[in-house]
């Protein structure tokens, strides 16, 4: 990683994309974050554009500090980009350019359309090879970070806290200019007590998984 | 989705700096006003507006409700205006013209608290039928309107919303779009108001009511006020200018944040003067200085020509031949959002800057996910032996809700849909056109919104159409809000009717005879009423009532449901179930069918439908949530 680079991009403020599919938890990592940055004392624009608000669809959302009043990432803006699920990292192509760092969880969920399609035309549809999906990230961004997010997430004790894990993989980087126990303290602080255990598992082994990850790179 | 909790909103903390999201930015602004009336029928992108006041209201000693619909919200905010009370009422876009009737007078009328409307647009229709620009009620029909471009434009221009009508009598009309309902930004909260206005109804009927005698004095009443509140909006702080070159930018709402965003990116303060629209009428004295500074003007707005048309007509006014560039010249399309990348290039190809060249990345085609009826649904069994007994060729007439969700396969349910309550007036026009019987769906809230009078319609003619209300007895589609026939069980809200209706009275008390209530995940009795309303002549009704799952999953009103499971052994394969269902925890594994035992909500109309009897239900190892 670049450290002048990443000064550059922090002068001018940075731009995170969080990118995934409805029920992830794309909006609550957005708050949180949004709600972190704005106790640092950062000035936050966070946009969210989710559709019909049903369950399983593409949900995502811009957290930028100190860029403005634009609520959109234009196009290649993104400095970061948490991929929830590997089809919605992808769908985020446009967004991301060879400066961007992409943490992408490699366990998909499927659509329910694949096979909607599969026994109706007959053919086989699948769902894209994730390390395709991963190849095509790879093919804009050096900086791509692929894992298994929903591993980690369900080890620490549940899926749902894929966001938090996601989170930690940002904050685990040397991206981020925060202390990652800063902002563990102040997720906590705003979680249900029956879930803390939990998400501060699932946010350090993210944090922790980044650090190794990233060093080895 | 509230960045402080929501009693936050009613902390007094004049200057202090926070994060709101835009919907939210609203309800504080409006606090700050001192609203002391709220109502509202729910549509997104507004519903964030009426649910934290469903949340607050109670605190912050505001008199809250659903209304049944957006005709009924803006009248009874009407009422309480007249009363001497600040009100409010929110709506998204199509609400507005719903409550077209008395919008259309209530300027000649006037307020006495003041009162504004917010009517959320939704640019490329995200989560409508239909964009469209309600800044032409302000010409239309004699409205200040308001148009936030953040977050903190939101929450000023609710607190100023209440003084500009109470100035003026006029009900004033707050738009933001979808980018501003839905976007966080930072605010600085005002003070919250010690006193609020005091509530008397004055008796004055040469002032209240609008005849026809009366309705002409008012008429040149609102000429006066409508130039007053041009002349109050040119003192307001929502034209900021800036910069000092000859080439002028007038932009409006989100896509000035763009404009924003270029000007500063590209350091073009000194060569760009930026005049920005947050208010209508655009007083004169504003748009005649800004002709007379600059040598030709980029006009950068969403939706229709509106601010364009009007700088056009003001520089023809004074004589100012400057050219006018916009969508009337084909600088921007009149269709759908801007984008941060359309503006960018309109800006430099207006100054002569080279256009930016960005490396396209090629995205292959991708999976899409569209949104889909949630497992354990009680709409797919209804929609699943609805098919089954009226059978391809019906005419299925949908409406809005959830239960659109019925279009395309593999439910098969929507041939006809246009705007809430319409699905039983159009299939009276099928149906008596065709001769033929045809099925119109219609939910709960809607019906009460809207369907009512049209079944009424129907009973007039006898026309033979056989309505299936869909009653899950809540506005799902909108974020769960409470319908008339929603239990007062476990809500912790005054947001609620007092009376728990029963459609079956109520069509009963129409004139519609045959009337049946079944629970749709009973399959006998389903297609018994089915039938038997198939084969009926004239109008008749049948309520499919069910609780919505997601709702009853999170208040925890029934045990969770054991989940299902496909026997390997006794499936063959047959696809049945994908194709008539589409259900989202169904899925084929590597040629194996499965059942996804997270999603599953055991409704067990798979198991219904398997025609190998291969669906069987499991034991869960751990309770749901």
Request: with cysteine; aromatic share 8%.
């Amino acid at each position: 990683m670049n450290q002048n680079g990443n000064a550059r991009r922090r002068e001018r403020g940075w731009r995170i994309l969080i990118a995934g599919t409805g029920g992830q938890g794309v909006l609550t990592a957005a708050r949180l974050l949004t709600d972190f940055f704005v106790l640092e004392g950062a000035s936050v624009t966070s946009g969210q554009l989710h559709g019909m608000a049903q369950r399983g669809g593409s949900v995502q959302s811009s957290v930028m500090v100190d860029c403005g009043m634009s609520p959109v990432i234009p196009k290649g803006g993104a400095d970061a980009v948490l991929g929830l699920e590997p089809v919605e990292t992808a769908r985020a192509l446009p967004l991301i350019s060879s400066q961007t760092t992409v943490f992408m969880n490699t366990a998909p969920v499927i659509p329910f359309t694949l096979d909607q399609q599969a026994v109706r035309s007959e053919v086989e549809v699948r769902y894209p090879d994730v390390s395709e999906l991963a190849a095509l990230v790879e093919s804009v961004t050096s900086h791509v970070f692929a894992f298994d997010a929903t591993r980690l997430a369900l080890e620490a004790g549940s899926i749902k806290a894929l966001n938090v894990v996601m989170l930690g993989f940002w904050f685990g980087s040397d991206l981020c200019p925060f202390v990652p126990e800063d902002f563990l303290d102040t997720m906590l602080k705003s979680a249900p007590a029956s879930s803390r255990g939990v998400n501060r598992k699932a946010f350090l082994s993210g944090v922790e998984c980044s650090k190794r990850g990233i060093s080895n790179q | 989705v509230s960045q402080l909790p929501h009693h936050a909103l009613l902390q007094d903390r004049p200057s202090a700096k926070t994060c709101l999201l835009g919907n939210l930015a609203i309800v504080r602004g409006a606090l700050e006003a001192g609203v002391q009336f709220f109502s509202c029928y729910p549509g997104t992108p507004s519903s964030e507006v009426g649910d934290t006041f469903a949340l607050i209201a109670r605190e912050a000693d505001v008199r809250f409700e659903y209304s049944v619909n957006e005709k009924v919200a803006v009248e009874i905010a009407f009422g309480a205006s007249l009363a001497g009370a600040r009100s409010m009422c929110s709506m998204k876009h199509l609400g507005l013209n719903y409550a077209g009737d008395p919008v259309s007078t209530m300027p000649y009328v006037g307020v006495e608290g003041g009162m504004v409307i917010m009517s959320a647009g939704d640019p490329s229709a995200i989560t409508s039928p239909n964009e469209q620009d309600q800044r032409h009620f302000n010409s239309f029909l004699y409205y200040p309107i308001l148009d936030p471009a953040t977050p903190e434009d939101a929450l000023k221009m609710t607190r100023y919303a209440f003084e500009l009508s109470e100035d003026t009598r006029f009900p004033v009309i707050l738009r933001p779009t979808t980018r501003v309902c839905h976007t966080s930004g930072m605010v600085e909260l005002g003070p919250l108001p010690e006193r609020k206005n005091t509530i008397r109804f004055t008796k004055d009927p040469s002032r209240h009511v609008p005849i026809p005698v009366t309705a002409r004095r008012m008429r040149k009443e609102v000429s006066e006020r409508f130039a007053k509140a041009e002349s109050l909006l040119a003192g307001s702080e929502f034209f900021p200018r800036s910069g000092s070159g000859k080439a002028g930018i007038i932009a409006s709402g989100v896509a000035f944040t763009y404009v924003d965003q270029v000007v500063r990116e590209l350091g073009l303060h000194e060569e760009i003067r930026l005049l920005r629209i947050g208010a209508y009428p655009i007083p004169k004295s504003i748009l005649t200085e800004y002709l007379h500074s600059v040598d030709s003007v980029l006009v950068v707005e969403e939706l229709t020509p509106f601010i364009e048309d009007r700088v056009t007509i003001a520089a023809f006014g004074i004589e100012r031949r400057v050219p006018i560039l916009g969508k009337n010249t084909g600088h921007f399309p009149v269709e759908f959002e801007y984008t941060p990348e359309m503006v960018e290039d309109a800006v430099r190809q207006y100054l002569h800057l080279d256009k930016r060249v960005r490396t396209e990345i090629s995205v292959p085609e991708l999976p899409a996910r569209p949104p889909v009826l949630c497992p354990g649904c009680p709409h797919r069994s209804s929609f699943y032996f609805v098919r089954r007994v009226f059978g391809k060729k019906t005419v299925y007439c949908n409406d809005i809700g959830c239960y659109t969700l019925g279009y395309g396969q593999p439910l098969d349910s929507c041939d006809v849909l246009l705007c809430m309550g319409s699905s039983i007036s159009q299939a009276s026009g099928i149906a008596r056109t065709t001769g033929k019987r045809t099925v119109a769906y219609i939910g709960d809230s809607t019906f009460f919104h809207s369907g009512l009078p049209p079944l009424v319609n129907a009973v007039k003619s006898n026309d033979p159409i056989t309505v299936v209300i869909l009653d899950n007895h809540v506005a799902a589609m909108t974020g769960f809000q409470p319908s008339p026939t929603t239990s007062a069980d476990g809500i912790p809200t005054d947001a609620l009717a007092r009376h728990r209706f029963s459609i079956e009275d109520a069509v009963r008390g129409l004139g519609v005879e045959e009337v049946s209530t079944v629970d749709p995940f009973d399959e006998k009795a389903t297609l018994e009423v089915l039938k038997k309303a198939k084969s009926a002549k004239g109008t008749n009704v049948v309520i499919m009532s069910a609780p919505c799952a997601v709702t009853e999953a999170r208040s925890g009103a029934r045990e969770s449901r054991t989940a299902y499971t496909v026997e390997p052994e006794l499936c063959n394969n047959c696809s049945l179930c994908i194709r008539v269902l589409g259900c989202p925890a169904i899925h084929i594994d590597n040629g194996t069918y499965t059942i996804d035992q997270d999603l599953c909500d055991g409704c067990a109309l798979c198991a219904y439908v398997c025609n190998q009897d291969a669906i069987f239900p499991v034991g869960k190892d751990e309770p749901e949530r």
